[in-house]
């Protein structure tokens, strides 16, 4: 038993101590790093097909809810939806197909951030994701600020009639 103690207490030191490096934000941070950190709204979320023309992410609609949170620790969370999802039934429990309805118009994921202001890339490193796929992998997003906005694209995820998606963030203020 009290070998058990120390080795415990030793084991807690090494993890928190490895999670604390691991999301240690850099001293001083570049002017683009410094603008991420806080809420963002999710203004629109499109793609953008091979021919050059733009619509609205076929899954979150035309009009989507959503909220990206960055924080200056180094963690980020992200959660959108189609505004025009269908209610369950039984608000308590869907069906199959509700379920699988309501994922459909949904994505959400979790971890932490880097920021590479030379590439003008932010990487989120996902913990968490409604897609089992994307956890454990990093998912490299170009950045563009333009007064309070903030617009992601990637190129993962995308059907083979399209070269681009893009989401543009607001800066987000509560509502209460």
Same mark, same amino acid.
């Given at each position: 038993m009290r070998r058990t103690i120390p080795i415990?207490?030793?084991?807690?030191?090494?993890?928190t101590l490895g999670q604390t490096v691991r999301t240690a934000r850099p001293a001083n941070p570049g002017p683009d790093a410094q603008r991420f950190p806080g809420a963002w709204r999710v203004?629109?979320?499109?793609?953008?097909r091979l021919d050059g023309m733009v619509v609205p992410d076929l899954y979150l609609g035309a009009h989507p809810a959503g909220?990206?949170?960055?924080?200056a620790t180094g963690y980020m969370c992200y959660g959108s939806m189609n505004r025009d999802r269908a209610k369950w039934v039984d608000e308590s429990s869907g069906t199959p197909a509700e379920l699988a309805?309501?994922?459909? &118009?949904? /994505?959400?994921?979790c971890g932490t951030y880097d920021i590479d202001e030379g590439l003008k890339t932010?990487?989120?490193?996902?913990?968490?994701?409604?897609?089992?796929n994307d956890v &454990?992998? /990093?998912l490299v997003r170009t950045y563009e600020f333009s007064g309070?906005?903030?617009?992601l694209s990637g190129t993962n995820g995308l059907k083979p009639s399209f070269k681009l998606w893009t989401v543009t963030l607001e800066r987000a203020t509560p509502a209460r």
């Open positions: 415990a207490a030793g084991l807690l030191l090494v993890l203004f629109s979320v499109t793609d953008t909220i990206f949170v960055y924080e309805n309501a994922a459909e &118009g949904y /994505d959400s994921y932010v990487t989120h490193h996902v913990r968490v994701a409604l897609v089992p &454990g992998t /990093d309070n906005q903030l617009r």
